[in-house]
């Protein structure tokens, strides 16, 4: 991966609309953010930017594209949403009915792309500060949890918070909390300390997705809306039609973390 | 006003709603966010979020109602936005045709209500910190000018960003910039300091809109964005039909001012 960690996003965007990049993003052009994708037909799309913009936390908006143009120009100008990622899930009535390299067969021109921002943005900013993030250390998934904590309902669109979360001795929790206060456009400052159960999860060791993190003695566990909540919840409303990002396989937008930070 | 200043949201909005308070809200209620007012048909609703999302610093959306649902749920549970405000403007394409005290006659099913944040929420924590306001010091309306920095556009919606300006010395300004970045939903940071013209202002004696402030030798100008600004923009689409509040007449949120700060 020390090839793609320092190329430029349109490159490795390149590499991946001529399907010489078909594998995970993580790791890949670092200091840029990636982002999750979710397409919906115009019909929701009120509802669902609604949705996002009641919820920040979880639903960080970094793009809308206009109905049927699939260029995100605010993002990533020049890029085809349709082409650029590496593997796409497609949906219908909340079903998994596909999983393809490309969307040329599904774009329609009524259909409006979201791209939501993921916290790799706030964890390079982590890791620069001297902070461990474990499942990094770990090599794993970041383990997720189904909260019991309502998101803001928007039209049809409602559910609960998912959370990502990171065990931190307290000093290190206590500074993760400056850290990504400063990004409130990624996720931004956590949303629980502490005990798992305040927010309704029972069993730390089983995270919903993702995989479990060591806790060491004396750590305690960090909580971040996480963004898959998004794409959870407008799953759970049974579109008709949905398009999501494969897990792993994000888009890679032209915007610098640094850019993402209000201080 | 000494009064109305230590007021809880709910009881002055509903002297208002009993037409016995009339006047501007400036200074009304302490600690709380008041806010712009801008009501649309549905139809235009989606590109008039979309606008905002993408232009988060001039229109800092506080609340959106649901289509034909009056009251503003996040920013003011039980508060119903046809009649808690003190003067409305009616809007047929574009041209002002009426000035009322309710919406009684007006109101719709296809409306749908945008609370967008105003600058009274940073000026609170800048005069908390010791920073003089000097419109506030004296007592006329902040000076406000059209700019050539240009929104980006959404949908049918596009048009050049309005900003406020305040007099600082540099020190003030230093601070200011800290200050209101911890405020990203009301405003945020400057988005310029110093020369009027960079930013396509030609006499800043003459503001577009408000009253000009005195700019003291070694003072240096700040200009944030506006929350006039999203009125302007869609005033210049002509909507077949639109609504905002009075100028001065805001509407006042139980949000507190402390609750929209990051840090």
């Known amino acids: 991966m020390m090839e793609y960690s320092s190329m ?3 490159d ?6 001529e399907g010489k990049f078909t594998t995970f993003t993580s790791g890949v052009c670092n200091g840029y953010a990636q982002a999750n994708l979710a397409i919906l037909p115009k019909e929701l799309a009120f509802d669902f930017l609604l949705f996002a913009q009641r919820n920040p936390k979880p639903c960080p908006v970094l793009d809308v594209t206009e109905a049927g143009n699939p260029e995100p120009r605010l993002a990533a100008p020049g890029a085809d949403i349709r082409f650029d990622i590496p593997k796409y899930r497609i949906y219908r009535k909340g079903e998994l009915t596909d999983e393809v390299t490309d969307l040329k ?3 329609r021109q009524d259909l409006v792309a979201f791209l939501l921002g993921c916290s790799f943005s706030f964890e390079g900013p982590m890791l620069d500060a001297g902070l461990e993030v474990r499942h990094i250390t770990e090599d794993h998934n970041v383990p ?8 803001t309902p928007a039209g049809v669109f409602h559910g609960p918070m998912v959370v990502s979360m990171r065990p931190m001795t307290p000093e290190n929790a206590i500074r993760a909390v400056q850290v990504t206060s400063r990004m409130p456009s990624v996720h931004g400052a956590p ?7 305040a927010i309704g999860i029972r069993d730390i060791s ?6 479990p993190s060591t806790i060491r003695p004396g750590e305690i566990p960090v909580f971040w809306a996480c963004g898959v909540t998004p794409q959870a919840v407008a799953m759970s409303v049974k579109p008709e039609f949905m398009i ?3 897990p792993g396989h994000m888009f890679i ?3 610098l973390n640094a850019d993402l930070s209000v201080l």
């Open 8 to 10: 430029k996003p349109g």
């Open 12 to 17: 490795v965007r390149r590499l991946i609309r």
């Open 105 to 107: 067969q599904y774009w």
């Open 144 to 151: 997720m949890y189904i909260t019991d904590i309502p998101c």
């Open 191 to 197: 949303v629980h300390i502490g005990d798992p159960a």
């Open 206 to 211: 089983k995270p919903d997705f993702g995989d």
């Open 244 to 246: 999501t990002h494969a």
């Open 253 to 255: 937008t032209d915007l």
